[in-house]
């Protein structure tokens, strides 16, 4: 008798469980975060979202490849709090599948926002709405959208928050911003090259690439990588939606640095 | 003798050379159908609609065809079906004489896959006007058109040319609200071709969900 009420227990929590994985609701879990607890106006701080992704779904990077939406941020911010650069984003993953590649995040992901305070206006708190919206897919696709808001107090003494360690640890990891003056690319008939003529000093050798800029190359061709000392080119098959190509390109540049660890950066060429 | 030999062999090298060439050119030109370019030629196909018409592209030489692959569970579809942005697109461009057909290559048992009832159905609901709904489950068809979402466009003109590949407008949202502001790309290829004139947009990056292909 025990035993069939704990198969059926068994039973039953498994299709609840199975219930609350396909609950559309509940496919993403939104929260926020910041650095600090009290700031003095004046400083800087550090914003983060935690999109959860349910299991075997995805979302997308600010270039969702294929198909699919960029995720969003809107932020509502009080008068005299500004942001400060672009949004932080962690290195999205190829996601395959029929021939095509997305970019996008099987698996929970961060995406991290500085904001700086005015010494003009005077503040007793801040409060910060982040306005998120995605497409979420698995075999089919949903949009949501969600809030999420924080408080930070405004005092004399700036207080660390005990999610700052987390925030800097993803920090450390996110790629850098990159300032190329000599990196430039040419589009041909059908291949695009990159040439990597300056790269940050700790680069021993780029890994991988990522073209930011959406419909320039074909998702699913070969990235081509020719590493030489201190530069390397990059040759990726163009997309034919490519009609105009840009003057510049945004990438993401993976690479091992000279200890073998992995890293990463981002920057801008132009074509000349 | 010798000699006799090596040039049986030469022979049956020019032979085998001979064979191995047909069975190349043979195989390449069953395989390699280029995919759909804007400005070349429009690849044709035979594809059944939901009744089980055939309906041969090449057959609908003369006319302006739209080709738009749907997927009518997929949130973009959505969004311009029941806005009625689609049917109102192939309402007045079937009125003009062109042939809207629009492609379904979910894999069987995929998302977009639907029975004749369960089509019927949502057709009725959402008084579509397209000029057939063809099935290509094999997706064969979207692949030789280069369809990765849905939706995606593609407008071929009287000469059986590509003369647009892309996304049905320049907002890439699921949201109804960006009709409105949205510049239609196909509404302005169509009537650019029709009134002579040059198309502006030849091609744009399509926008939606991916393609319920079957898994190879």
New interface residues.
């Given amino acids: 008798m025990k035993n069939i009420a704990l198969t059926i227990i068994t039973i039953m929590f498994a299709f609840c469980h199975n219930l609350s994985a396909e609950n559309t609701d509940e496919l993403v879990d939104l929260s926020i975060y910041s650095n600090v607890k009290q700031l003095q106006i004046g400083s800087d701080f550090y914003i983060a979202i935690k999109l959860s992704v349910a299991d075997e779904w995805h979302i997308y990077w600010k270039n969702p490849g ?4 960029p995720t969003e941020v809107k932020w509502t911010l009080p008068k005299g709090v500004e942001k400060v650069g672009g949004l932080k984003w962690q290195i999205p993953e190829r996601i395959e ?4 590649v ?1 970019y996008g995040f099987e698996h929970d992901v961060y995406l991290i926002q500085k904001f700086k305070t005015s010494r003009v206006v005077d503040l007793q708190s801040i409060d910060i709405t982040a306005d998120v919206s995605w ?1 979420i ?1 698995k ?5 949501q959208n969600d809030k999420a808001s924080i408080k930070i107090e405004v005092g004399e003494m700036f207080e660390k928050s005990s999610e700052n360690k987390m925030i800097q640890d993803l920090l450390a990891k996110a790629p850098k911003t990159f300032k190329a003056v000599k990196s430039n690319f040419k589009a041909g008939k059908e291949k695009l090259e990159i040439r990597l003529l300056d790269m940050p000093n700790d680069v021993a050798e780029v890994t991988d690439l990522f073209v930011v800029t ?2 320039i190359v074909e998702n699913n061709s070969k990235v081509e990588i020719k590493n030489n000392s201190n530069s390397a080119v990059v040759e990726l098959k163009l ?3 490519a ?1 105009d190509m840009p003057a510049e390109l945004e990438l993401l540049v993976l690479y091992k640095d000279k200890n073998g660890s992995p890293k990463s950066y981002e920057t801008i060429i132009s074509n000349k | 003798m010798k000699q006799l030999l090596v040039i049986n062999k030469g022979l049956d090298m020019k032979k085998i050379s001979l064979v191995l060439a047909i069975i190349l050119f043979a195989t390449t030109a069953i395989f390699a159908k280029d995919a759909a ?2 400005g070349s030629k429009a690849p044709d196909f035979v594809l059944k609609d939901k009744d089980g018409v055939e309906h041969k592209l090449s057959d609908y030489a003369g006319k302006y065809v739209v080709l738009e692959w749907v997927n009518y ?4 579809v959505k969004k311009h079906y029941e806005s009625e942005n689609m049917q109102k697109l192939q309402r007045e461009f079937t009125k003009k004489g062109v042939i809207w057909l629009s492609v379904c290559s979910s894999a069987e048992g ?2 977009g896959n639907f029975t004749k009832d369960e089509l019927d159905k949502k057709q009725k609901d959402f008084k579509t006007a397209e000029t057939a709904y063809l099935i290509d489950e094999s ?1 064969e068809v979207g ?1 030789l058109y ?1 369809a ?2 849905t939706p995606d466009m593609a407008i071929i003109n009287p000469n059986q040319e590509v003369i647009y ?2 996304a049905i407008d320049n907002i ?4 109804k609200s960006d009709i409105e502001k949205a510049d239609n790309y196909v509404m302005k290829a169509l009537n650019s071709a029709m009134n002579g004139e040059t198309v502006e947009v ?4 399509p ?10």
């Fill in positions: 294929d198909s699919g939406l599948w029929s021939g095509m997305n497409l897919c075999e089919k696709c949903i949009p959406d419909e997309s034919p939606y009609s | 370019k804007v569970d997929c949130p973009f995929k998302q997706g692949k280069n990765k979402v590949l892309g890439p949202s699921a949201d030849k091609s744009s990056k926008y939606g969900c991916g393609i319920k292909y079957a898994n190879k």
